[in-house]
């Protein structure tokens, strides 16, 4: 008899628990959604653990980045927005801003000051692209090529990708305008700030496209951020363009016979987004974690774990060894001073007026 | 003439029938209740809703009410952008918008029509606020301190006469105070007016209304406001701009599907896209072709294997059963990449040819990236769902047919062909349309192993639905599609008849 008013009582509870869970969220419980794989790990040694640690709140992953865009806008229509905090790209912030999906964030006010007493804003300056932007890293795409089949004369310039006599083989280049666009017109000897202006126009763009014709039969087009470092690994390609956090890891740590250009790196930065339509006790919290996961000692403990640059200035000098190969990852850093002799930093306004209209030439072109 | 039956209890058989039947009818309908309506609605309705997108338009006129209502008298083949009234309407409904932050929303939404508006609108929104009107506001106040007071404003607004001689003004203000309440969650009665406000009381004033308390505008110096919205960004001068908000004004527009084979609407009607831009129609036909291709390589490759399992022992069959399943319980990712370690040009396949001499080293096939690897790895993810629905009727096709037809002098080939192969017809047309349409909707694989000319209409569906956002396109070519999948049914249908297919005994 005991034990069935014990077992009686159990499920009770277990069923108000379980309904507690089904209302959206427990009271210390945030959603935060990110990439996966080792780039949600970094995050989970740098941020999470230490963040749960200090605040008991339990966070919950999601690996939902990448259709986060389409997501969040279907959650805000449906009226039950489940994410507390997500991950995006910038130029996906900037479109989830326009959409009023994204809460506008106050830099000075809502995030931490740098260790060196600098202002937020100051301490991530340009790299506010958004007002509902929060700079987390800096990363690039750039250039690997197989050492084994360039040679003897190593490519330097990001041009190699458009000399089929000196690096014959086939090359892997990412589906989509942006980034190859730029490469395109910069090796067409356009300088590197007109490119923008250039591109606006059709001739600039007829340019653009011409040139990309040269490689068009020696490219193979990649929508996935594996395939580059996997086309590599096979010898399937000579030269293919993808993250540098990607060719770190093929070169450091799978050893594959493999290196990396920095010339003409495209700085790209990727961060947090707070959802609108939170209850106002969830959007503190989210504020809250934000506040400490994007601090300059934070910012610099996720690159122990993956080689992608703290966006914080103040963060910089705080850069350690990786925690488990303990190699210096400064050097591995987009943003050290000797990779970043000749960068390219992506023009977001631009992007976010042409992205669509580039996207529908630049399919047009691809299946000719 | 017939005499009413009656039933036991005296009333007509006939009624009493009707009813017990009724009874039954709705006891069956709340049986099935439960499904139907979960069906309407987790199925039908957001598949309705989804469809609807692709002419809903009402963002514009929404966002922009007294632009679009200005713009109806502008000329859209005039050279030059519309007057000053125009901008007079767009200060107000721009000033609004920014504070239900709507108005980036409507820059996303037209800039899929034409390059740029998403900036100027995000540009603009910053800087409307800081338009220099302080003039309009400073004379009426300096007239009479009375129109810097809120209670008064909200005196005059509530004041049936006042709001008739104040047109402009009374708009303005309901939109200002609508705003407030809504967006702020202030109180209209606390709160002095806007510059906007006051911008269109002046435009009331100089059309000879006669104002609450009179105020002599004559020495105002107008403030162009068409000018502040060029300084932000001198596209606010395009005519094209003007055209593309007054063409998408109204609430309801086809230009998605205009757009999803590739027309336009231009300055004088429907127009073709430029060639750079063409990409839907071309996609449209490869999907079909290569969907098409697709069924007919699963047709060619199942139906041995289904005959082989029909006929074979029970045990062997069953064996030879898993290996076909074996595929359905694989990720379809795993089996799409492990396609490609096959097929790539230092892959398995091509190193076996190389090794054993058919292809040489420096000439090694291509079997990815293109056409050839997308019906490779496609008919391989698809072949269990052509094969399923002809095993299962084959099963029914009794060997004695067979045998009868040999022993009746039929050779082996008459008698397959004219006997067997008629049978088992219903099996063939209904692993056909299984493959057909699951084909035609796939987008994982021909975006991993299709390289430039092996992408579906569907890869440009999960384009605009999850990258662009641009929700109306992306249904506007799912409604094609679906149109296209229902003619080519009912095609069926009629040729062949729907009652002719069979997914087992």
Redesign the interface.
């Known amino acids: 008899m005991k034990t069935t008013m014990k077992l009686m009582a159990t499920s009770c509870l277990t069923l108000t628990a379980s309904m507690a869970f089904a209302d959206g969220h427990m009271a210390n419980e945030m959603t935060i959604v990110s990439w996966g794989g080792a780039y949600s790990a970094s995050q989970q040694a740098a941020y999470h653990d230490p963040y749960m640690a200090k605040t008991g709140v339990n966070i919950i992953n999601d690996e939902s980045s990448?259709?986060a865009?389409?997501k969040l806008?279907a959650m805000n229509e449906a009226g039950n927005v489940t994410w507390d905090v997500v991950d995006v790209v910038a130029a996906d912030a900037i479109?989830l801003?326009?959409?009023?999906l994204a809460m506008e964030i106050d830099a000075d006010t809502q995030l931490a000051d740098g260790d060196d007493g600098s202002k937020a804003s100051a301490d991530f300056g340009d790299l506010l692209v958004s007002d509902c932007f929060i700079p987390q890293i800096v990363y690039s795409t750039t250039v690997g090529y197989r050492t084994d089949l360039v040679g003897d004369t190593p490519p330097t310039d990001i041009c190699a990708l458009f000399d089929t006599e000196t690096y014959p083989g086939?090359r892997s280049l990412e589906?989509r305008p942006v980034v190859n666009l730029e490469w395109a017109l910069l090796c067409d000897g356009v300088p590197k700030d007109e490119i923008y202006d250039m591109l606006a126009t059709d001739e600039g763009q007829a340019k653009a496209?011409a040139k990309l014709d040269t490689i068009k039969d020696d490219t193979?087009?990649w929508?996935?951020g594996a395939d580059t470092p996997?086309?590599l690994a096979?010898?399937?390609v000579v030269m293919g363009s993808t993250y540098n956090g990607r060719l770190f890891s093929l070169i450091e740590e799978k050893k594959q016979p493999v290196a990396m250009l920095w010339d003409a790196q495209m700085f790209d930065l990727d961060g947090w987004i707070i959802p609108t339509g939170l209850t106002p006790e969830r959007q503190a919290r989210a504020l809250d974690y934000i506040m400490f996961a994007t601090d300059t000692q934070r910012l610099a403990d996720q690159a122990k774990y993956i080689a992608y640059g703290p966006a914080r200035l103040s963060s910089a000098p705080l850069v350690g060894k990786h925690a488990t190969l303990g190699i210096e990852m400064a050097p591995h850093m987009p943003t050290d001073p000797n990779n970043a002799k000749n960068t390219f930093l992506y023009n977001y306004?631009w992007w976010?007026?042409?992205?669509?209209?580039m996207?529908?030439?630049f399919?047009?072109?691809?299946?000719q | 003439m017939s005499e009413l039956v009656m039933a036991a209890d005296g009333r007509p058989l006939k009624a009493s029938l009707n009813r017990a039947l009724r009874r039954q009818k709705l006891r069956a309908l709340a049986l099935i209740a439960p499904l139907l309506i979960f069906i309407l609605v987790s199925f039908v309705m957001p598949i309705a809703d989804m469809l609807f997108r692709s002419v809903e338009n009402e963002i514009v006129g929404d966002t922009l009410p007294r632009t679009t209502q200005a713009l109806k008298t502008w000329d859209p083949s005039a050279d030059q952008a519309p007057g000053e009234e125009v901008f007079d309407a767009l200060y107000t409904d721009m000033a609004l918008a920014v504070e239900y932050k709507s108005h980036t929303r409507l820059g996303s939404r037209l800039n899929y029509e034409k390059t740029g508006i998403a900036s100027m609108f995000r540009k603009s929104g910053r800087r409307v606020s800081k338009f220099k009107t302080d003039v309009y506001k400073d004379t009426f106040v300096a007239a009479d301190a009375a129109y810097s007071d809120a209670g008064q404003w909200e005196r005059w607004m509530s004041d049936a006469e006042i709001r008739a001689n104040l047109p402009v003004t009374t708009d303005a203000y309901d939109g200002w105070a609508k705003m407030l309440v809504e967006a702020e969650g202030d109180v209209p009665g606390e709160e002095q007016p806007w510059n906007f406000v006051y911008a269109a009381l002046y435009q009331d004033a100089v059309a000879g209304a006669e104002l609450p308390i009179a105020v002599d505008v004559s020495a105002i110096e107008p403030v162009s406001i068409s000018a502040q919205f060029a300084a932000v960004d001198d596209s606010w001068l395009d005519p094209d701009v003007w055209r593309t908000i007054k063409t998408y004004a109204p609430k309801y527009t086809n230009g998605y599907f205009l757009n999803s084979v590739d027309l336009m609407k231009g300055a004088e009607g429907i127009e073709q896209r430029p060639d750079n831009e063409k990409i839907y129609v071309v996609l449209f036909v490869r999907t079909m072709i290569m969907s098409l291709s697709i069924m007919g390589m699963c047709v060619l490759l199942g139906y041995p294997i289904a005959w082989l399992l029909a006929n074979l022992k029970d045990r062997t069959a069953n064996l030879l059963m898993i290996l076909v399943l074996l595929p359905f319980w694989t990720s379809l990712l795993v089996r799409t990449s492990a396609w490609k370690v096959l097929l790539q040009q230092q892959g398995v396949i091509n190193d076996l040819l190389v090794w054993i001499g058919l292809v040489a080293d420096d000439n090694r096939l291509q079997l990815i990236n293109n056409q050839t690897g997308t019906i490779i790895a496609m008919t391989h993810i698809l072949l269990p769902f052509m094969i399923l629905p002809l095993y299962s009727v084959m099963k029914t096709i009794p060997p004695s047919y067979l045998r009868a037809a040999k022993s009746l002098g039929a050779t082996n080939w008459t008698a397959f062909w004219r006997v067997y192969f008629p049978q088992s017809v219903p099996g063939i047309g209904a692993g056909c349309i299984l493959v057909f349409i699951l084909a035609i909707g796939y987008y994982i694989t021909p975006e991993l192993v299709g390289g430039t000319k092996g992408v579906f209409i569907s890869n440009r569906i999960a384009y605009h639905i999850s990258s662009s956002l641009n929700w109306g396109l992306a249904a506007a070519l799912g409604t094609i599609l679906l149109v296209i999948v229902m003619a080519l049914y009912w095609a069926y249908d009629k040729i062949v008849g729907i009652d002719n297919v069979k997914l087992g005994g």
């Open positions: 990448a259709e865009v389409a806008r479109r801003c326009d959409e009023g086939k589906k496209f193979i087009w929508s996935a996997q086309l096979d010898g399937e306004e976010a007026d042409y992205r669509d209209d996207d529908a030439k399919q047009a072109w691809l299946s």
